[in-house]
């Protein structure tokens, strides 16, 4: 059996199924590039759905881990540390908001989202206590915490993990009528994705952020926007709602916050919504730690020179450029995104999602399907624009034959 084949036969023997990795076993990986335990160097136009926005390796962020690894990873939130007011306040400035409470991952931060507008809503809104609603979107991805499912509409993440949490409910995205007419005097938030990255990177149609923002504003509710895969440079803003300049009453980020290095997220508003949380009412031992703020901090001070963003900018009008070349010759259906950011429609009868994705995989590129026949491409924002059309390339030959 070659390295790679015993690798994963053995992965799946003491491993839960509850992921269906492409057959490759990476061993290091550089900026836009991964090696397999065989030598066979891949093009990542994944990056970790966004997680390594700033490519494997970046050297800022592994001398920011290095060095903070010397001195202490963790004192736990019972103490204070000395990285953990830089971060607040940078993460703060970032996001033109007052406070910050950090947690681990993507989920958590949705969790620690849904308690704040629970609680907002109880001890400021004035709603009565058990019955706060939250509106959500359908084909909308938070998560995979029995909350979060209990509000998610796909069925592998769903069924067979009930009995589920009430109060939410679900509206098709996009649909601004049907928000409004979902939103009650018990309604407490409006939790959505600005792009739906896990759905298809389905961008919502042009005003609807805009309206979600008038309509929360207007009713008292809370724009809680989860920006985990669609902030921090992606669409080539620091958020993605910046493209119709909508701020939320609430950004939740995770994935790059972290770097790739280290799990990082954070829920990120005014005092006057953050500022409902008492000691005891919340918390996480690794969250804010002192190696999770020292990475962020250099992450934050990346996304501040505007580098990252002009580049996803750049790359990403080349990409769709690219993309769009392909929609009508057959192969590809349709081409949706912003930035370095696409969701590609195949072809049904050129294969799934997955075997394209397959294929692309024998000729060195790695990309995940979603949903059928959707790939999505998303590379690291350090990404050379030569490496992305050798992507782009290995595309071509495969939807060509
Ligand atoms: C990945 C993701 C999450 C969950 O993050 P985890 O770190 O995997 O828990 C939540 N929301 C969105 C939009 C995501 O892309």
Known sequence: MSTTAQAISSADAHSAHNYHPLPVVIAHAEGAWMTDVEGRRYLDMLAGYSALNFGHGNRRLLDAARAQLERVTLTSRAFHHDRFADFCTELSALCGKEMVLPMNTGAEAVETAVKTARKWGYEVKGVPDGHAKIVVAADNFHGRTTTIVSFSTDHDARDHFGPYTPGFEIVPYGDLTALAAAVTSNTVAVLLEPIQGEAGVLVPPAGYLRGVRELTRERNVLFMADEIQSGLGRTGKT???????????????????????????????????????????????????????????????????????????????????????????????????????????????????????????????????????????????????????????????????
Not at 323 to 348: C, E, H, K, S, Y
């Open 239 to 401: 958020f993605a709602c910046e493209h119709e300049e909508v701020v939320p009453d609430v950004y939740i980020l995770g994935k790059a916050l972290g770097g790739g290095v280290v799990p990082v997220s954070a829920v990120v508003a005014d005092r006057d919504v953050l500022g409902v949380f008492r000691p005891g009412e919340h918390g996480s031992t690794f969250g804010g730690n002192p190696l999770a703020c020292a990475v962020a901090l250099e992450v934050i001070a990346m996304l501040r020179s505007g580098e990252y963003q002009q580049r996803a900018t750049e790359l990403g009008d080349h990409l769709h450029r690219e993309l769009n070349l392909l929609v009508g010759g057959g192969a590809v259906t349709a081409v949706r995104g912003r930035g370095l950011w696409a969701g590609v429609d195949i072809d049904p009868a050129l294969g799934t999602g997955r075997e394209i994705s397959e294929k692309l995989m024998e000729r060195g590129v790695l990309v995940k399907d979603t949903h059928g026949s959707t790939i999505r491409i998303a590379p690291p924002l350090v990404i050379s624009k030569e490496d992305l059309d050798w992507g782009l390339d290995q595309l071509r030959s495969v939807l060509g034959g």
